[in-house]
């Protein structure tokens, strides 16, 4: 039995490697995942019923004038956020260049988001002055700190460092949908289905202390907060 699941389990690691070979060297395929993605989130996003609770409604007015902010969403959340942000400009998002990242990285450009490839705990450097460049140009950047290869609902980015230096708004985003598949991916990425409603839920921009350890426990406690809370809105 042992002997099975370990030739099992190195099956399964050749057959991802091969298809990673294989969506790199097929941009046709590479371009049709992306295009199915496109259509299906598009068509959730016009069937569903979408609610936005603000825990400062002040900030709803104040987010599409802010001179440059970040904005923290939990990775498996992703394919909610490209419909989150869509009222807002110059929103940009920081997404992994490897092969599946680059599937994600597509259907956001195809979203008419921009992209700052990289990431903050790989290369971070460029990716951290990408950040940082983009900020002063008065962009609005989401990033999922806990991406992006977790562990999941962690903080393993410079993300409440950078806002603390820059002295740039740091807003904890968060959701829950009534209706959702559950994907076999290291963070069981949510992937919403047609006709069901979803919750975001918004909080305040954090007020950093300049120490990250404390700085990450508490995005990733608000973080928490406001998936618990929209999970519990949802029951209601």
Not at 81 to 106: E, R
Request: with cysteine.
């Amino acid at each position: 039995i042992l002997i099975y699941c370990g030739a099992n389990k190195i099956c399964n690691l050749m057959l991802k490697k091969y298809l990673k070979q294989f969506l790199k060297q097929s941009h046709f395929i590479h371009w049709l995942i992306v295009r199915i993605i496109y259509i299906y989130l598009k068509f959730v996003y016009l069937t569903s019923k979408w609610e936005f609770v603000w825990t400062d409604p002040a900030l709803k007015k104040q987010l599409n004038t802010s001179n440059g902010l970040l904005l923290a969403l939990w990775h498996n959340r992703l394919a909610f956020g490209m419909h989150i942000f869509k009222k807002y400009d110059n929103v940009f998002a920081l997404a992994s260049s490897h092969t599946d990242g680059k599937i994600i990285t597509d259907v956001i450009r195809a979203m008419n988001y921009g992209v700052i490839e990289g990431s903050t705990n790989r290369n971070p450097t460029r990716a951290v002055r990408s950040i940082i460049n983009s900020l002063e140009l008065g962009n609005k950047i989401v990033i999922t700190p806990d991406g992006p290869r977790g562990p999941v609902h962690k903080i393993n980015s410079s993300i409440t460092k950078i806002a603390y230096k820059y002295n740039k708004p740091l807003i904890p985003i968060s959701c829950m949908a009534t209706k959702y598949f559950t994907l076999n991916s290291w963070d069981k990425m949510m992937l919403p289905k047609p006709f069901g409603k979803i919750i975001v839920t918004i909080g305040s921009s954090i007020i950093l202390s300049g120490d990250s350890n404390i700085d990450d426990n508490l995005l990733e406690n608000e973080l928490l907060n406001l998936s618990y809370k929209a999970e519990k809105l949802l029951c209601k």
